[in-house]
């Protein structure tokens, strides 16, 4: 049970990075500072990265901090690490058994982020591929824990998926 608490909140805390993150990223440029101290608050990073980087605040290293440091206890990096070792560690089930390797491939998307690819004037800063990151780990992190759910506390089996067809449109009376 204490695993899969750990492991629910591991995932939260992941979909909440790139939930919070990628909206900050998507806003004004003029809005960029401001909500990447959010970010950092809401990561719970700031005196980290305060105590590192005393300087004013640079883009590239607050992102870097709240998405690929493996260090921060708070970051993207660090919550998909333990997720994967507490992943391991849980009893066989049927149909999970791809579920590690797609939290290793998100790791090394992780890990093969480039500080490079933030790097500029917060005007100029080139973030289709941090946004790229952030959403498909917050996707691939949706989908974990949909399939750990269906493998571990389902207890009916699916056997066919419903869609809905659209209605058709009534027919008009004579008036």
Sequence with gaps: GWR?????????RGIAITHTLAPVLKGPAAQLEVGLRLSLELCD??????????????????????????????????????????MEALPPASGFEGAPGLVTRVIADVMNFS???VEGTPDAMPLVPVLALLDRVGGELMT????????????????????FAPMPAPERLPA
């Design 4 to 12: 899969f608490l750990d492991i629910g909140r591991r995932i939260e």
């Design 45 to 86: 990073s700031t005196i980290t990265y305060r105590t590192r980087y005393p300087t004013e605040l640079n883009p590239a290293r607050a992102i870097d901090l709240v998405v690929a440091d493996s260090s921060n206890p708070r970051a993207l990096l660090f919550q998909l690490v333990r997720l994967r070792e507490f």
């Design 115 to 117: 500080i490079d690819n």
């Design 144 to 163: 974990l824990s949909e399939l750990i759910t269906h493998c571990y506390f389902s207890h009916v089996q699916t056997t066919h998926s419903l869609s």
